[in-house]
Structure formats: C-alpha cells, structure tokens
C-alpha cells in the first residue's frame, strides 16, 4: 500500500497537469484575423500566461500567448483580452506583503479576463502568485490599471492601504455619473476585490451591463458550492492485537522471557451514509475540488484474550463490543479524466471519528472494564466515477487505525467502503 501512494504521488501531478480539457472557442490574431475551435481550458488559479488551441479534433496543437493574439473566449464561459504596457509588480495579498511601499513597475504582456462590460467602462481582472490586479477600460479606449498598494510599516508594524483605485474610480463617477453621491459612498468604502469592483462597475454603466462569458455561466450556476448524498456498504475488518509469552529459558542468570504478537480478526458488514459538500476551485472546470464529507456507520467487534491469573493458571476471555462512528473528512478531489457526460478521480484526506460504544461486555468478562477511545482517526483514499455531473460510483480504502491506548495490545479498524452518491 504504501508503493501505491508513493506512486500517486510521483505520477498523480503529471497526470494532472497533461490531462485536456478542450472546450469550443476562438482566437483573435493580432492581425484581426478570427480562428475558431477549441482551447484547452485549465483550472487557472492564476491568470494564464499561454492557451493551447487547436483548429479541430485531432490538429494539431498551437499554443498563443499574449503578445501573439489579441483575445480569445471559451464559448459561454470565459472571455480574455491581451495587454502590454506598464503593470504594477507590488505583492498585495496578505500575508505576502512588502515592508515598504514598492511602485515598481514592468512592461508585460498579460492576458485580462473580462468581469463585466456596459455601454461606458469594462472591468478586467489578472493574478498571480501574491498578486492582483483589476483594468478599467472606458468604450473604444485600451485598459488602465486600478493601482493599489498595501504594505507593512515594519517588520511587525502596522498595514498601509494605499487605495489609489478610489481616486480612479471618483473621476469615472464624475464623467458618466454627474458625480452622483450615492455612488462615491461606495468608492469610498470600496476594497480591492472583485465584488466590491463589479459593483462600482455596474453603477457606471446604469446597471445596463452585459456579463462575459464567465459572469452568464455564473448567473446559470449561482454556487460555487455543490451537495451531495448517498449511501455505502462498510466492510471493516477489526482487529485485535495483543502480545504474548512465546519462550520461557531458564539459565543461570534467570529466567528470560521472549514475547511475540497475536491477533484476532472479527467483519463486519454494515450500511454507510454520508452527507457533504464539494467547493470548486472553478466551476466551470471541476478539475480540482475540496470536498467535505459527514458519515454515520458502525461495527461490531468480537475477539478473545487470554489472561495469565496470579495462580500461573491461564484464562481466555472473550470481547465484544458494538461501535458507532460519525465522521468528518476533509479531502482534496481530482479528477483525473474530466468531461461533462464522465469523470474519473482520485482523492484523499483525513478521516476524524468520534464513536461511542453501545455495547461493551470487558466488564462482565473482566472486572476491568476496556477502555475504547471516543476520538480517532485514519487516512482514507478513494476513487470514483461521476456520470453526467449526477451520480457518484466511488471506493475507499484505508488501511488500519487503532481507537485504544494499552500498550500490550490494540484494537483497530480497516475499512473498505463500496457506495453510491447523488450529486445535486
């Protein structure tokens, strides 16, 4: 088992990263020529700094970058417009921030995607690694840049927000909005984030805006959040370890004991239900996705002791208990092979029990009772197949996990889990 995940994690990011996921689209050469047919849509948590497009199934492959193109669009999903000029360079996400403030400046290339567009100005946004940026761009004029820095005093000291993009957005109100004082109260307690920015931006075009691509998708699929539910078959294997004299030799020094381990396994084969919820890095892709998971299950586990009595006489006991867990697993979700009519992914996290036992019987068969944590814990791994952005097939695996704290013996689970989830 471990080989298998050391594996995974060598070979799973390549996977990742050459997996393609071509939608229908277009690009705009700089010589105002149009190609249309497919580009490979990638998660892009950071602004792409190239796109690879391809004329039809099977063509070959041509990869644009910002100074090749002047823009492209994902049908019904993106739009990206190319830039060169002047961008800032300031880091600007906390807690990736200067100790001073930094003005520097470099003449880039970068693709800007389109937020929101109207009869007077166009928002566009760009990131990357600690950075952001937003572009404003009044009817048939290039983009300019919302400045924005923030930066610490000292080492330890306060924030500076040096909101620039306030006075930006003052002489946009003032020229389409007649200075209207209701909207340069938003100015002024305006942050630098999309929300905030798409707002203003609505206002100064009277709210007669036309989304991109991006923001349409977004009104079809409100959430970035996504339920689910389903139902498993447990088969969990308990397992009950302990150690025990093996050899006794007597010598002149004593007598020396040697001790080896025995165990004892006890199935169970029981229902699973789960609840969660899956975020999306992007929505439209759901290649990558932190996923939650709430289950319910328990297990029954049977197995014997033998006890050495003060007598030197021996007595075999034997255990029993019922088990019921909930739990709670965090994970992080790829999907290997990503269409919208089929999925394939890979996952894995970190399983959180707490469990109560219904039934224990150490008591009856021990005046000591035995003492089974309430708290626990495992690491799962799954995979699946997501038909149609609907139903779920998935399998979990997990290798042992003890729920006591002697140090002769403990008690463990494995599981492996058969199930079926409704996506809704």
């Given at each position: 088992?471990?080989?298998?995940?050391?594996?995974?994690?060598?070979?799973?990011?390549a996977?990742?990263?050459?997996?393609?996921?071509?939608?229908?689209?277009?690009?705009?050469?700089?010589?105002?020529?149009t190609?249309?047919?497919?580009?490979?849509?990638?998660?892009?948590?950071?602004?792409?700094t190239?796109?690879?497009?391809k004329?039809?199934?099977g063509?070959?492959?041509?990869k644009?970058?910002p100074?090749?193109?002047?823009?492209?669009?994902?049908?019904?999903?993106?739009?990206?417009i190319?830039?060169?000029g002047l961008?800032?360079?300031?880091?600007?996400?906390?807690?990736?921030l200067?100790?001073?403030?930094?003005?520097?400046?470099?003449?880039?290339?970068?693709?800007?995607?389109q937020l929101?567009?109207?009869?007077?100005?166009t928002?566009?946004?760009?990131?990357?690694?600690n950075?952001?940026r937003?572009?404003?761009a009044?009817?048939?004029?290039?983009?300019?840049?919302?400045?924005?820095?923030?930066?610490?005093?000292?080492i330890?000291?306060?924030?500076?927000?040096?909101?620039?993009?306030r006075?930006?957005?003052?002489?946009?109100n003032?020229?389409?909005?007649?200075?209207?004082?209701?909207?340069?109260?938003?100015?002024?307690?305006a942050?630098?984030?999309?929300?905030?920015?798409?707002?203003?931006?609505?206002q100064l075009?009277?709210?007669?805006?036309?989304?991109?691509?991006?923001?349409?998708?977004?009104?079809?699929?409100?959430?970035?959040?996504?339920?689910f539910?389903?139902?498993?078959?447990?088969?969990?294997?308990?397992?009950?370890?302990?150690?025990?004299?093996?050899?006794?030799?007597?010598?002149?020094?004593?007598?020396?004991?040697?001790y080896?381990?025995?165990?004892y396994?006890?199935?169970?084969?029981?229902?699973?239900?789960?609840?969660?919820?899956?975020?999306f890095?992007?929505?439209?892709v759901?290649?990558?996705i932190?996923?939650?998971?709430?289950?319910?299950?328990?297990?029954?586990?049977?197995f014997?002791r033998?006890?050495e009595?003060?007598?030197?006489?021996?007595?075999?006991?034997?255990?029993?208990?019922?088990?019921?867990?909930?739990?709670?697993?965090?994970?992080?979700?790829?999907?290997?092979?990503?269409?919208?009519k089929?999925?394939?992914?890979?996952?894995?996290?970190?399983?959180l029990?707490?469990?109560?036992?219904?039934?224990?019987?150490?008591?009856?068969?021990?005046?000591?009772?035995?003492?089974?944590?309430?708290?626990?814990?495992?690491?799962?791994?799954?995979?699946?197949?997501?038909?149609n952005?609907?139903?779920e097939?998935?399998?979990?695996?997990?290798?042992?996990?003890?729920?006591?704290?002697?140090s002769?013996?403990s008690?463990?689970?494995?599981?492996?889990?058969?199930?079926l989830?409704?996506?809704?």
């Open positions: 088992m471990k080989l298998l995940f050391f594996t995974l994690l060598v070979v799973f990011p996977i990742i990263l050459a997996q393609p996921n071509y939608h229908e689209g277009y690009v705009i050469k700089n010589n105002g020529d190609l249309k047919g497919f580009i490979n849509y990638r998660e892009w948590t950071y602004s792409p190239s796109i690879e497009f004329p039809g199934n063509a070959d492959v041509t644009f970058d100074g090749t193109i002047k823009s492209f669009q994902i049908n019904g999903l993106e739009n990206y190319s830039y060169a961008v800032s360079m300031n880091e600007n996400i906390f807690p990736a200067p100790y001073r403030l930094d003005t520097t400046t470099q003449q880039k290339a970068i693709f800007l995607k929101v567009s109207g009869n007077n100005v928002l566009y946004y760009n990131n990357e690694r950075k952001k937003f572009f404003i009044e009817a048939n004029e290039p983009p300019v840049e919302l400045k924005y820095y923030e930066y610490y005093t000292a330890g000291g306060n924030e500076i927000y040096d909101n620039l993009f006075g930006q957005l003052i002489v946009l003032n020229k389409f909005k007649n200075n209207s004082q209701k909207l340069l109260n938003a100015i002024a307690q942050t630098y984030d999309q929300p905030d920015l798409e707002q203003i931006t609505t075009n009277d709210g007669n805006v036309s989304s991109s691509p991006a923001n349409k998708n977004r009104n079809s699929h409100p959430h970035l959040v996504r339920l539910a389903g139902l498993g078959a447990n088969d969990i294997t308990t397992t009950y370890k302990y150690s025990q004299s093996v050899t006794s030799v007597s010598n002149s020094n004593g007598t020396t004991t040697t080896g381990y025995a165990s396994h006890s199935n169970t084969i029981a229902p699973k239900i789960n609840f969660g919820l899956d975020v890095i992007n929505p439209n759901q290649q990558l932190f996923r939650s998971e709430l289950s319910f299950s328990y297990s029954n586990g049977l014997n033998t006890v009595l003060i007598d030197g006489n021996y007595v075999t006991y034997n255990y029993k208990f019922t088990q019921y867990t909930t739990s709670l697993t965090p994970q992080f979700l790829f999907n290997v092979y990503n269409t919208d089929l999925k394939f992914y890979i996952d894995g996290g970190v399983t029990n707490l469990s109560s036992y219904g039934y224990n019987n150490a008591a009856e068969v021990n005046q000591n009772s035995l003492q089974l944590n309430s708290f626990w814990a495992y690491f799962p791994f799954q995979a699946g197949v997501v038909f952005k609907k139903t097939i998935y399998f979990t695996y997990s290798t042992g996990a003890s729920f006591s704290n002697y002769d013996f008690v463990s689970n494995q599981y492996m889990c058969v199930g989830k409704v996506l809704f």
